[in-house]
């Protein structure tokens, strides 16, 4: 069964420092807070992982680092598109500078031609 369809079958609630989130608000935190989820999961698992002769695995140890892994999963997407938004910026702004230097070289080329061809143009337009 997929992550997802299982966490939202079994209302998945995820440690937040301003109480319990869903799994679907997970999209809007910050890389900072679902770090910070991630986080108490994982000291969640390593209390759950202390083993003992008296205690078995329990399901609650599977649904752990199933949130884990969604955690994980939502953490690595809003990197990626946070990559994808520097690339597109850094495209964005080379093509304004060299746009700005068209136009530069555009109004030298004007600026180089002698006044007849100056006037022609003009009394052209």
Known sequence: ??????????????????????????????IDNLNSVYKSLSAQKKSAD????????????????NKMEIVKYIFEKKQERVEELKAQ???????????ELIAAKEDQKLADLDIEELKKIYSEL
């Open 50 to 65: 202390e083993t003992s002769l008296l205690t078995k695995p329990s399901s609650e140890d599977a649904i752990i680092i």
């Open 89 to 99: 910026k850094a495209a964005a702004d080379k093509k304004k500078r060299i746009a």
């Open 1 to 30: 069964m997929n992550l997802f369809e299982e966490a939202s079958k079994s209302k998945y609630r995820y440690p937040y420092s301003k109480g319990l989130v869903s799994t679907e608000d997970l999209w809007d935190l910050s």
